[in-house]
T-cell receptor
Framework: DVKVTQSSRYLVKRTGEKVFLECVQD?????MFWYRQDPGLGLRLIYF???????EKGDIPEGYSVSREKKERFSLILESASTNQTSMYLC?????????????FGSGTQLSVL | AQKVTQAQTEISVVEKEDVTLDCVYE???????LFWYKQPPSGELVFLIR??????QNEISGRYSWNFQKSTSSFNFTITASQVVDSAVYFC????????????FGTGTSLTVIP
């Protein structure tokens, strides 16, 4: 089975801190995604990547950056965390490129910015 | 504009009742894919089904069934004889052939099954 692992289940940070959310998948998937989930808003795409060192902005990239140095790892970076970035962050991966295959999700990281 | 609409925010049913979760989508592509995911309290979204736009056959998997109607742009999900373990948030999603890496999710329907 595909495993998508997010490094932390819960995280508490201070305003202004630099925050790294890590995601690793073990099935050699080409595509990786970062979403944030907020009540009443569903899942919103922050960034995605379809290859190493490639990245594409999603619907809400402001305040975030990403890094994909290795195929299996996709990191989400909050350069200077703010309270409005308190949210559940979900990482996902899928095989191939433009294949509309299903997404495999991690368990999520609940980030609280105080 | 919202590409996927799940108008039901929260639903509560008593165990063994049937329940239908609605999903309406919007796309101009002729080739697209529709998905349902389940998010239990543990947080991880679990894939339930994927349908392509050329296959309008309804599908049944145990107590779960899906009704795909292109004429009304709907892809509804029915749980028969609901159980407490069905309590979760359910998401409908759309992926278009032209933008295969992008998924558009609805806002989710929170289902509570009362014992």
């Amino acid at each position: 089975d595909v495993k998508v692992t997010q490094s932390s289940r819960y995280l508490v940070k201070r305003t202004g801190e630099k925050v790294f959310l890590e995601c690793v998948q073990d099935m050699d998937h080409e595509n990786m995604f970062w979403y944030r989930q907020d009540p009443g808003l569903g899942l919103r795409l922050i960034y995605f990547s379809y290859d190493v060192k490639m990245k594409e902005k999603g619907d809400i990239p402001e305040g975030y950056s990403v890094s994909r140095e290795k195929k299996e790892r996709f990191s989400l970076i909050l350069e200077s965390a703010s309270t409005n970035q308190t949210s559940m962050y979900l990482c996902a991966s899928s095989p191939g490129a433009a294949t509309n295959e299903k997404l495999f999700f991690g368990s999520g990281t609940q980030l609280s910015v105080l | 504009a919202q590409k996927v609409t799940q108008a039901q925010t929260e639903i509560s049913v008593v165990e063994k009742e049937d329940v239908t979760l609605d999903c309406v989508y919007e796309t101009r592509d002729t080739t697209y894919y529709l998905f349902w995911y389940k998010q239990p309290p543990s947080g991880e979204l679990v894939f339930l089904i994927r349908r392509n736009s050329f296959d309008e056959q309804n599908e049944i998997s145990g107590r779960y069934s899906w009704n795909f109607q292109k004429s009304t742009s709907s892809f509804n999900f029915t749980i028969t004889a609901s159980q407490v373990v069905d309590s979760a948030v359910y998401f409908c999603a759309l992926s278009e052939a032209g933008t295969g890496n992008q998924f558009y999710f609805g806002t989710g329907t929170s289902l509570t099954v009362i014992p």
